[in-house]
Each structure stands twice: as C-alpha cells, then as structure tokens.
C-alpha cells in the first residue's frame, strides 16, 4: 500500500489512467470514467447485476471478502464470492478492495475456542492464503472497526490477544495485523477502516492515535471512513470537510467507504446526496469513494437503494452521474491542490498504482532530482531536470513491482510507494 497522503492519492489517482472495459461487451458506460482522477465504486455480492460496470469502477466484496464467510469450516476454503468480485474488478480493468482481514465481528466461530498460539497461526495462514490466491489486490482494509468493534471476547473472534492484545501501545494487535498483511501482500495498500468518524470527532480522535502508530512503523497508506446513512443522516457539507480534515491529517489518502443514503423518500434522499456528496468529492484528500449497494432489495440499509428492483435509476442516482461525469477539475486533467492546511507533506506522485506510461511529480517546492529503486536498493532511474522545477513528467517503463521514489531539491527531500502493475 503506499505511503503519505500525497503518496497515497497516487492510490487512488492510480486509478487515474485506466480505460473502463465491461463485464458484458454490449453495455455502454453511463458514468464516463476515462481519465479520472477518483474512484466511484461498489461491492460485489456475488451475482451481480448486468448494469454494474456501467457505473461504478472499483470492487469491493460485500460478505464474500470477510474470514468468517471463507473459512466458516477450519480449513475449508470457500472462494467463491472472492473469486467472482476479484474476476469482476480484473476483467474490467477495475480496482480491487478486499474486505477485510481481522475485525470483531463475522469472523470464524471455530476460532474462539483455540489457544492463543494455534490462533496466531490460524490469522496467518488466512492472510497467507489469501494473499497467494489474489496477488492483484489493489486495497485492503487490513483492520476493520478496532475502535467499535475489535475481536476481543466472545462471539467477537477472540483472538485480539493472540495478535499481542493492547500491549505498551494500547493497539498493538492492529500493528500486528497490519505487519502480517505487509509480509503476506506487499504489493497492496493497506487501509484502516472504521464507522461513526464522520459525525464524531472522539472517535477521529482516537483513530488518529491508531493511524499514528502505523504511520510511524510504515505499516500504513491510506483511511477509511466509512459513511453509512445513520453516519451522515445529520452532516452538514460543513461538518464533512472538517471531518475530512481531520483523518487527512497524517497525511495519507482518505477513502470514503461504505457509502449509502436512506430517505424517508426520494427526495429526502436526494436532497442529502447532493448536499453532502460534492463535499466528499471535490475534497483534495478524498482519493474514492465506495458506495455500499445500490440497488432495491439486495441492500444492507434496504432504504438506500438509488435504482428500483426493475433497473430504473432513482433520482439519487440520476443525479450523481449527471454530477460526476463532467466534473473536470477531478475527471479530466485532475490537478489536486498543494498546501490545503492539512497535508504534512505536499509532493504528489500519480498515478499510483501504475501501468507504465506517464507518471507525474507535484511538488510546493523545488525539485532538482528524482530516483526509483527497487525494493532491494537497486536505482532503476535516475532524472534530473534541466532546471529546478515544480512539475515533472517522466514516461515509466519498469517490472511490474514495488518501487522507492525519492524527491528531492534544495529544501526537499521526500520519499514515495509506487507499485507499477
């Protein structure tokens, strides 16, 4: 995964340069994607409708990515749904979330009831197993809800403990959790994630503290909030800007996940979608955007759907893809603001992941060199302006893998993730 929010965005400006191609060749896109420097995505729940890859451009696995719905038998595999939402992302060019590694809830039964030690291993080989059968994966929340929801006690998981518990730290099962997922997928961005950050600045407070820790140990590239109804039901534009101030802090991306917007109505539901949408989106630090459904009965808040059971769009729906698809500052050319009062750096790398071609360098400051090495230390391009300069434009042409880039000029020495897929 990557790591400093401007390293970061490169996540999700990764998905920048990416031509959309269809689960089924006869669709069209609605949603024009082309050259977009943010993503709208959604989860995938195993049959998925004909109309999906029509608006949305990232996956996420609904139930199908949790441990407790793939190994509900110890050491029975059940990839299923996996395979389906990983097949979807990749057969259309598409971004790929997995969620989620270790979380309190929906977790295998079986391992409750284990010693601590045969639980550690039992973690592992979940991660290991995954990591070897989807090596393509692009995010994964690697915690899921640690403040609300974390696996200790019974019908929790119950392995928190196995992981090193709360130790000097306080958290130092999530930095455990999070060291596994590097070992296992270091090609990934690995991602927090957690619910009522939004609307409570407490629970930004103490996540803060987390993303600390991991950002200090490098275990971490990018935040997620997740944003369901009961989260923004009484957000302000206002309040969702300081919100996002807030997790951007560290200077990582933020993902707006598990987005969805209940009525009561039509109406009321589109009215709160166009209040509160255009400040998620339009904020530097917001990198994607998953929405968590959309259509009527296959919901987890069966009153947020935005299109009826007959595929017809409900206005929500109408309206956010009249709102995205010219929005230029974000979808064409997409040039993201320095210094917004928040990044505690402001040198942008995008697109990032890549698939060679153009990579871009922003900075606030002057650049006179850039060099990538390989994770072994190898120094795989060296460039040097003609003269110092705020912007670069460098055409990449390297092994699919993971890169170090270091920016560096007469005030400035920063350095970068890149993964070139």
Not at 9 to 35: A, G, K
Not at 133 to 153: A, L, M
Not at 395 to 407: H, S, T, W
Request: proline share 5%.
């Amino acid at each position: 995964m990557i790591k400093n929010y401007w390293t970061k965005h490169l996540l999700t400006t990764s998905l920048t340069v990416f031509t959309l191609l269809f689960y089924l060749p006869s669709h069209s896109q609605i949603i024009q994607w082309d050259n977009c420097g943010k993503f709208l995505g959604n989860i995938s729940q195993g049959s998925n409708n004909s109309d999906w890859t029509q608006y949305w451009n990232q996956v996420t696995p609904e139930n199908g990515g949790k441990w407790g719905s793939v190994e509900r038998e110890r050491d029975v595999m059940n990839w299923t749904d996996l395979d389906k939402a990983y097949k979807l992302a990749k057969d259309n060019g598409l971004l790929f979330k997995q969620h989620v590694f270790a979380w309190g809830n929906q977790q295998p039964s079986w391992i409750e009831t284990l010693t601590e030690e045969e639980q550690l291993a039992e973690i592992e080989e979940w991660i290991m197993a995954y990591c070897e059968r989807y090596p393509d994966t692009d995010f994964i929340e690697v915690v899921n809800e640690p403040i609300n929801d974390p696996p200790f006690g019974s019908t929790n998981g119950n392995y928190a403990n196995a992981l090193g518990g709360r130790g000097d730290t306080g958290y130092d099962w999530i930095i455990k959790a999070f060291e596994l997922a590097k070992e296992h997928c270091p090609n990934a961005a690995l991602m927090i994630n957690e619910y009522n950050l939004l609307n409570s600045e407490n629970n930004r407070y103490d996540y803060s503290k987390i993303i600390g820790l991991l950002t200090e140990r490098e275990l971490i590239d990018a935040v997620g909030a997740q944003g369901h109804a009961f989260t923004v039901k009484d957000m302000t534009a206002e309040d969702m800007t300081t919100a996002i101030n807030d997790l951007a802090k560290h200077g990582l991306p933020v993902y707006i996940t598990e987005l969805d917007i209940d009525g009561p109505g039509e109406n009321t539901q589109l009215e709160k979608y166009k209040e509160i949408f255009p400040a998620i989106w339009e904020h530097p630090s917001v990198a994607g955007v998953t929405l968590w459904g959309y259509r009527q009965g296959t919901m987890w808040r069966e009153d947020a759907y935005i299109m009826n059971s007959n595929g017809t769009e409900r206005s929500a729906l109408t309206w956010l893809k009249d709102y995205i698809t010219p929005y230029n500052s974000v979808c064409e050319g997409y040039d993201p603001p320095l210094n917004t009062g928040f990044n505690t750096k402001a040198t942008l790398i995008y697109p990032n992941p890549i698939s060679n071609g153009s990579l871009h360098v922003q900075s606030d400051k002057a650049i006179e060199k850039l060099t990538i090495r390989n994770i072994s230390g190898q120094k795989m391009l060296e460039y040097r302006p003609h003269q110092l300069t705020q912007k670069i434009e460098l055409e990449i042409d390297l092994p699919a893998g993971l890169y170090l880039v270091k920016i560096e000029g007469p005030s400035l020495s920063e350095e970068r993730r890149l993964v070139i897929k």
